[in-house]
T-cell receptor
Framework: DQQVKQNSPSLSVQEGRISILNCDYT??????FLWYKKYPAEGPTFLIS?????DKNEDGRFTVFLNKSAKHLSLHIVPSQPGDSAVYFC???????????FGTGTRLKVLA | NAGVMQNPRHLVRRRGQEARLRCSPV?????VYWYRQLPEEGLKFMVY????????ESGMPKERFSAEFPKEGPSILRIQQVVRGDSAAYFC????????????FGNGTRLTVT
């Protein structure tokens, strides 16, 4: 039962353009969502999060959008840079619990 | 830097041997998670521990796998009688509590079973 889905295994974007990574979830009890970035041979690094009381959170070039009715979130990276090339995981959790559920990841390649 | 420390980074074991993976959480964090990543797959939850207690081991195979987080010292993930299918990257993460705070991950231990 995959409660958090990232349906695009890979994405290629030109440097300077926008990268949009998508994530869908099925459990309406989730109220906190996170994005992680992972380089090869390293652990996932926390990027940005959003609580369900918001529909947008911005941090520099990274913005996460949450659409609760569609149970969908997206990560926008503008402008994309070659150093952004990595695997991106979304994760979801219900506050007060401990079980973070991760998607299967999207491999982003930013072309110079 | 007081991040999550995992060792060893790489571990090679023959089939039937034991593998011991260690994790020191961020200083002050009392919640530890272990995740496994198989090639081309996502992060699969294995076990969640608080100091001296296993809270949820539902993601861990009941046979051959065990985990502990003692009062003193690192968390240990132990795999007995390893098989080729255990080859994977094992990541440890820690957090200060439950709910709305990010997990902090270590760089993982890559286990190869020959």
């Amino acid at each position: 039962d995959q409660q958090v889905k990232q349906n695009s295994p890979s994405l290629s974007v030109q440097e300077g353009r926008i990268s949009i990574l998508n994530c869908d979830y099925t459990n309406s009890m989730f109220d906190y969502f996170l994005w992680y970035k992972k380089y090869p041979a390293e652990g996932p690094t926390f990027l940005i999060s959003i609580s369900s009381i918001k529909d947008k959170n911005e941090d520099g070039r990274f913005t996460v959008f949450l659409n609760k009715s569609a149970k969908h979130l997206s990560l926008h990276i503008v402008p994309s840079q070659p150093g952004d090339s990595a695997v991106y995981f979304c994760a979801a959790i219900r506050s007060g619990t401990y079980k973070y559920i991760f998607g299967t990841g999207t491999r982003l390649k930013v072309l110079a | 830097n007081a991040g999550v420390m995992q060792n060893p980074r790489h571990l090679v074991r023959r089939r039937g041997q034991e593998a011991r993976l260690r994790c020191s959480p961020v200083k002050g964090h009392s919640h530890v998670y272990w995740y496994r990543q198989l090639p081309e797959e996502g992060l699969k939850f294995m076990v969640y521990l608080q100091k001296e207690n296993i809270i949820d081991e539902s993601g861990m195979p009941k046979e051959r796998f065990s985990a502990e987080f003692p009062k003193e010292g690192p968390s240990i993930l132990r795999i007995q009688q390893v098989v080729r299918g255990d080859s994977a990257a094992y990541f440890c993460a820690s957090s200060p509590g439950t709910g709305s705070s990010p997990l902090h991950f270590g760089n993982g231990t890559r286990l190869t079973v020959t």
